[in-house]
């Protein structure tokens, strides 16, 4: 069993950055790939970023390419959103998401409860 938290979240202006945190319980962190997701007000849930279990591949949305970075730290079980360049369209609530399958798209077994990003013009 792997609980998800998310935290980070916030106001922030457009043009700013803002990090979210996933803090993960149990011991099976390290063999699951983490994602980030994020549904905006009236939308549906939209892919973010992944990174596998290792560390060494990612994958991003379109929309948020050259601007977001995942990371993880399997030591402290937590996985990483830094997000820069900040625009209104980014205003969402941000889910982390554990999957077996990276790059996160298919077979997600566990979910955070979310954090809410909210970008002002």
């Known amino acids: 069993q792997v609980q998800l938290v998310e935290s980070g979240g916030g106001l922030v202006q457009a043009g700013g950055s803002l990090r979210l945190s996933c803090a993960a319980s149990g011991r099976t962190f390290s063999s699951y790939a983490m994602g980030w997701y994020r549904q905006p007000p009236g939308k549906e849930r939209e892919f973010v970023a992944a990174i596998d279990w290792s560390t060494s591949s990612t994958r991003y949305a379109d929309s948020v390419k050259g601007r977001f970075t995942i990371s993880r730290d399997n030591a402290k079980n937590t996985v990483y959103l830094q997000m820069n360049s900040l625009k209104s369209e980014d205003t969402a609530s941000y889910y982390c998401?554990?999957?077996?399958?990276?790059?996160?798209?298919?077979?997600?077994?566990?979910w955070g409860k979310g954090t809410l990003v909210t970008v002002s013009p």
């Open positions: 998401a554990a999957s077996k399958l990276f790059p996160v798209r298919y077979g997600i077994e566990y």
